[in-house]
């Protein structure tokens, strides 16, 4: 089993839909969670970053975790065909020296 | 800031050839990481700098690879006897210290390898 396992979808969806994106992981020492979007052929861009269990908000991007169930979550709301990009999401426990990161999820939101 | 910057973005080599590859963090950054990524992968970790010194190294960084950061600012990643399988995109990462609250990974835009 990987450390962190991330469904790559692809997921196709309507302009203003609601989006959920979900990773699990089976390391009960991860501490931070981040969420990047990553558009073809570049690098990572970082979205969302969060250290505890609970949701956090930022605009259209809500991020999730609960750690108890090993399970975090990205949701975008009112989604734009901008947002269409792939999602990964990224890991790091509190001694850690690296992300790890899921496989990624590819979204496409169409107009 | 102007954010992380690789060179070159994109390579093509024959296999066999020897390639490197540049990164400049942000400045002010203690922490540099080399991953990489092939397609329908997410990055994965290669190793990481803290200022001059190499302080991890993945099982994936065969010996045919080698990275270096003198004086603690740019790094350069060389591969040498290029495989087909090296095709990838290598990323470079830093950050300010060990992640936490406020510390996060800031990734450059990849550099493209191609190995025909």
């Known amino acids: 089993q990987k450390e962190v396992e991330q469904d790559p979808g692809p997921l196709s969806v309507p302009e203003g839909a609601i989006v959920s994106l979900n990773c699990t992981y089976s390391n009960s020492a991860f501490q931070y969670f981040m969420w990047y979007r990553q558009y073809s052929r570049k690098g990572p861009e970082l979205l969302m970053y969060?250290?505890?269990?609970g949701n956090k908000e930022d605009g259209r991007f809500t991020a999730q975790v609960d750690k108890s169930s090993k399970y975090i979550s990205l949701f975008i709301r009112d989604s734009q065909p901008s947002d269409s990009a792939t999602y990964l999401c990224?890991?790091?426990?509190?001694?850690?020296?690296?992300?790890?990161f899921g496989k990624g999820t590819t979204l496409s939101v169409s107009s | 800031d102007t954010g992380v910057s690789q060179d070159p973005r994109h390579k093509i080599t024959k296999r066999g050839q020897n390639v490197t590859f540049r990164c400049d963090p942000i400045s002010e950054h203690n922490r540099l990481y080399w991953y990489r990524q092939t397609l329908g992968q997410g990055p994965e970790f290669l190793t990481y700098?803290?200022?001059?010194?190499?302080?991890?190294k993945s099982r994936l960084l065969s010996d045919r690879f080698s990275a270096e950061r003198p004086k603690g600012s740019f790094s350069t990643l060389e591969i040498q006897r290029t495989e087909q399988g090296d095709s990838a995109m290598y990323l470079c990462?830093?950050?300010?210290?060990?992640?936490?609250?406020?510390?996060?990974?800031?990734f450059g835009e990849g550099s493209w390898l191609t190995v025909v």
């Open positions: 990462a830093s950050s300010l210290d060990r992640v936490s609250p406020g510390n996060t990974i800031y």
């Open positions: 700098f803290q200022n001059e010194a190499q302080l991890e």
């Open positions: 969060t250290y505890s269990s």
């Open positions: 990224a890991m790091i426990n509190q001694a850690g020296t690296a992300l790890i």
